[in-house]
């Protein structure tokens, strides 16, 4: 895990703490991993690159309220293909995944349709959303192969404290969209893509 990884969750856990007090437990949960442990300048460098997702008000670090996630609804798939959509309630820890297809003759046959605490890991799954930056992908990827008849579209809203992210495309994803696809899959022991 990264060090900024590692501060989200201190944070997350904690509240909002000075840079001193984020070193302290971070050295603490570092302490059997770690040779040295770490100074507050680092910690406070670790911020200051990471300004993206930190925010420091009186001294009192914690994460930016536009990037911390609290809800997740993404979707993928395509005419003659599997479909599948999935929702995340970070706040709650919990998901609703859900799969369908068309038969020949077009009619929509649901498959699996379940809500979940398991079976991934959800702290980690917010690490790998902050990590992919959701928020500075594009509002939409559209191709360049004039009009595609059967192809794979897909969306993905990210719903923060203050802020909607939304991206969407066709035969067109940003570049850590197979990364986010298996961050999904990983946290729903399901196929998503």
């Given amino acids: 895990m990264k060090v900024y ?9 904690k509240g909002p703490m000075p840079v001193t007090d984020i070193c302290r437990e971070l050295n603490h949960v570092q302490d059997l991993e770690m040779a040295r442990p770490f100074l507050p ?6 911020i200051t690159r990471k300004k993206d997702l930190f925010y420091n008000q009186n001294e009192q670090i914690s994460i930016l309220p536009e990037k911390y996630p609290e809800f997740l609804k993404a979707y993928v798939g395509g005419f003659s293909g599997p479909c599948y959509q999935v929702r995340v309630n970070f706040l709650q820890k919990r998901f ?27 702290e980690e799954f917010k690490r790998d959303i902050l990590s992919m930056k959701l928020w500075d ?4 990827y559209p191709t360049n192969e004039g009009i595609i008849l059967d192809g794979t579209n897909w969306f993905v809203e990210l719903k923060t404290k203050k802020t909607v992210y939304k991206s969407e ?7 850590q969209w197979k ?13 998503f893509q």
């Fill in 96 to 122: 609703t995944y859900l799969v369908w297809t068309r038969n020949r003759d077009g009619e929509i046959k649901t498959g699996d349709l379940y809500q979940s605490k398991l079976p991934g890991d959800f």
């Fill in 41 to 46: 300048s680092q910690i406070q460098s670790v």
């Fill in 137 to 140: 992908w594009e509002p939409s």
């Fill in 5 to 13: 990884e590692i501060i989200i969750s201190i944070l997350e856990e």
């Fill in 169 to 175: 495309g066709m035969q067109a994803f940003p570049p």
């Fill in 179 to 191: 990364k986010f696809c298996r961050a999904i899959e990983k946290l729903t022991a399901s196929s």
